[in-house]
């Protein structure tokens, strides 16, 4: 029996990307068992970011000032600057 026989080597198409996406996931998940520092390092910095953005990162835009350019003429322009400002007095 030939090698091509026993194992059918395909380098292409969606199988073969498959294939390789998954030995390169698994070969990292084996260095990252090796390498505890990296491991220690990679959950401490998400989870700083996770802390960073959801508590210390305000993303209410309450004080966030507005710029608008009336390129239209018709009645919604007036009506638009009108509801924003309303909005921002708030």
């Known amino acids: 029996m030939t ?3 026993a194992y ?3 380098t ?3 199988v073969a990307a498959w294939r390789r996406f998954v030995a390169v996931l698994v070969k990292e998940f084996i260095q990252l068992r090796r390498d505890r520092v ?3 390092s ?3 910095v998400s989870l700083i970011q996770l802390l ?3 508590y210390a990162i ?3 835009p309450k004080e966030l000032r507005m710029f608008r350019r009336a390129a239209s003429t ?3 322009a007036p009506l638009l600057t009108a509801s924003a400002k309303a909005r921002s007095a708030r």
């Open 3 to 5: 090698a091509s026989l």
């Open 8 to 10: 059918p080597r395909t």
């Open 12 to 14: 292409r198409g969606p």
């Open 38 to 40: 990296t491991l220690i």
């Open 42 to 44: 990679m959950i401490f």
């Open 52 to 54: 960073l953005f959801g």
């Open 58 to 60: 305000n993303t209410d």
């Open 74 to 76: 018709t009645i919604c």
